[in-house]
């Protein structure tokens, strides 16, 4: 009597249930789909200040110049949706939800590391290499050559069990596997996400021109965000989900089982006056183990300070005052900006005052600007 061995792409596709990945897509490790369109993007620096993207390009697309004789990519998918709802008050800050519990590289890494032991315990000449978002992956592109999902017009995967509310992990293989088939598109006509976004960044039809993108400004850019930008960031602090949050497949979103997902204190909705007045190392100990750490505390504050001139309330005043002194140079340029963008005769006073002392010439400019526009003009 014959012998059924058990398939060995199912079985890792039970383990990486078992590891809390609610899907496993796999690809076949070959040239980068639609490698044009990525060049092409490149080309038109939509990749703004990321010098990494064009400095990892020639591995970008080519995943064997990251793990010789590469035949597999598996691409998984974990759940960070925590159902908390947002609230309206513009002196509280919006974090993306997917930075409100700990940081997800933590948690999902280790993770695709056991999942390599195991492949390794079952298969001794497998070799891999995991990546959460850091390496030289697409991970998005990836998984839309897999059953996991498709790519939206918003440029985030999509899957039909539960909308883009998860993260992606990728390991490549040196070994062979069943490869999916992929997941065919279901957005059709749908183009709720284009107009949602805030700031125009989605410049067409899965096309996002990071350059104007929220997450893009509160998150990598390290120097000042342009000025003509600002009053679009409302008080989003951390990353946007604008796009998200209106995409119709959202609707099928599931609470996480992980707990580590779930909002720490402070993530959720903070007040930001609090959060202006942040020193470096009390925003290392509040951010610590968050994703939040990738702003840099120079950055984070810059984003506060918008935000609070953004509420366009004069309660917001006292904060950006002590702003005003800080010793970065980045956050008082905004603080100025924000005094300005509230306006009256308070900030008009700060505004003169801190033009006398100042002494770096971006924030001067900043100053000067700031005292001649009117309330909401800045």
Same mark, same amino acid.
């Given at each position: 009597?014959?012998?059924?061995?058990?398939?060995?792409?199912?079985?890792?596709?039970?383990?990486?249930?078992?590891?809390?990945?609610?899907?496993?897509?796999?690809?076949?490790?070959?040239?980068?789909?639609?490698?044009?369109?990525?060049?092409?993007?490149?080309?038109?620096?939509?990749?703004?200040?990321?010098?990494?993207?064009?400095?990892?390009?020639?591995?970008?697309?080519?995943?064997?110049?990251?793990?010789?004789?590469?035949?597999?990519?598996?691409?998984?998918?974990?759940?960070?949706?925590?159902?908390?709802?947002?609230?309206?008050?513009?002196?509280?800050?919006?974090?993306?939800?997917?930075?409100?519990?700990?940081?997800?590289?933590?948690?999902?890494l280790p993770r695709l590391r056991r999942?390599?032991?195991?492949?390794?315990?079952?298969?001794?000449?497998?070799?891999?290499?995991?990546?959460?978002?850091?390496?030289?992956?697409?991970?998005?592109?990836?998984?839309?050559?897999?059953?996991?999902?498709?790519?939206?017009?918003?440029?985030?995967?999509?899957?039909?069990?539960?909308?883009?509310?998860?993260?992606?992990?990728?390991?490549?293989?040196?070994?062979?596997?069943?490869?999916?088939?992929?997941?065919?598109?279901?957005?059709?006509?749908?183009?709720?996400?284009?107009?949602?976004?805030?700031?125009?960044?989605?410049?067409?039809?899965?096309?996002?021109?990071?350059?104007?993108?929220?997450?893009?400004?509160?998150?990598?850019?390290?120097?000042?965000?342009?000025?003509?930008?600002?009053?679009?960031?409302?008080?989003?602090?951390?990353?946007?989900d604008d796009c998200q949050e209106v995409?119709?497949?959202?609707?099928?979103?599931?609470?996480?089982?992980?707990?580590?997902?779930?909002?720490?204190?402070?993530?959720?909705?903070?007040?930001?006056?609090?959060?202006?007045?942040?020193?470096?190392?009390?925003?290392?100990?509040?951010?610590?183990?968050?994703?939040?750490?990738?702003?840099?505390?120079?950055?984070?504050?810059?984003?506060?300070?918008?935000?609070?001139?953004?509420?366009?309330?004069?309660?917001?005043?006292?904060?950006?005052?002590?702003?005003?002194?800080?010793?970065?140079?980045?956050?008082?340029?905004? !603080? *100025?900006? #924000?005094?300005?963008?509230?306006?009256?005769? =308070?900030? +008009?006073? $700060?505004?003169? /005052? !801190? *033009?006398? #002392?100042?002494?770096?010439?971006?924030?001067? =400019?900043? +100053?000067? $600007?700031?005292? /001649?526009?009117?309330?909401?003009?800045?």
């Amino acid at each position: 009597m014959s012998v059924v061995l058990p398939d060995p792409t199912e079985r890792i596709r039970e383990e990486a249930r078992r590891l809390d990945f609610f899907a496993m897509g796999v690809a076949r490790a070959e040239a980068l789909p639609k490698a044009g369109r990525f060049e092409e993007w490149l080309a038109k620096k939509m990749h703004g200040a990321m010098a990494y993207m064009e400095r990892q390009a020639e591995k970008r697309r080519d995943p064997s110049l990251i793990l010789a004789d590469a035949r597999t990519v598996l691409v998984l998918g974990m759940n960070y949706h925590t159902g908390h709802p947002l609230t309206q008050d513009p002196l509280t800050g919006k974090i993306s939800r997917y930075a409100w519990g700990d940081d997800y590289h933590q948690v999902i890494l280790p993770r695709l590391r056991r999942l390599l032991k195991f492949i390794q315990g079952t298969n001794p000449a497998a070799r891999g290499a995991c990546y959460v978002d850091t390496g030289p992956v697409m991970e998005k592109v990836w998984g839309a050559q897999t059953a996991l999902g498709w790519m939206g017009k918003h440029g985030n995967l999509i899957a039909r069990s539960l909308g883009s509310w998860f993260f992606i992990g990728v390991v490549l293989l040196n070994i062979e596997l069943e490869y999916d088939r992929p997941e065919r598109g279901y957005c059709g006509t749908c183009t709720r996400c284009i107009p949602a976004c805030p700031t125009g960044a989605i410049v067409a039809p899965y096309v996002v021109d990071a350059r104007h993108c929220i997450s893009y400004l509160t998150i990598e850019l390290r120097g000042p965000i342009p000025r003509f930008l600002r009053p679009l960031i409302g008080n989003r602090i951390f990353g946007c989900d604008d796009c998200q949050e209106v995409c119709p497949w959202s609707r099928f979103a599931r609470i996480a089982s992980e707990t580590r997902f779930r909002p720490r204190a402070g993530a959720h909705m903070p007040e930001l006056a609090s959060l202006a007045v942040l020193s470096k190392a009390e925003f290392d100990r509040r951010f610590r183990g968050s994703a939040v750490r990738r702003a840099t505390r120079d950055g984070f504050v810059r984003n506060v300070v918008v935000a609070l001139g953004n509420s366009g309330d004069h309660r917001a005043i006292p904060a950006l005052a002590a702003a005003l002194g800080d010793g970065s140079p980045l956050v008082r340029a905004h !603080a *100025a900006w #924000a005094l300005g963008r509230i306006g009256g005769d =308070d900030a +008009i006073a $700060l505004l003169g /005052r !801190a *033009a006398l #002392a100042e002494r770096d010439t971006a924030v001067i =400019d900043e +100053i000067n $600007l700031a005292a /001649r526009s009117g309330p909401g003009e800045s």
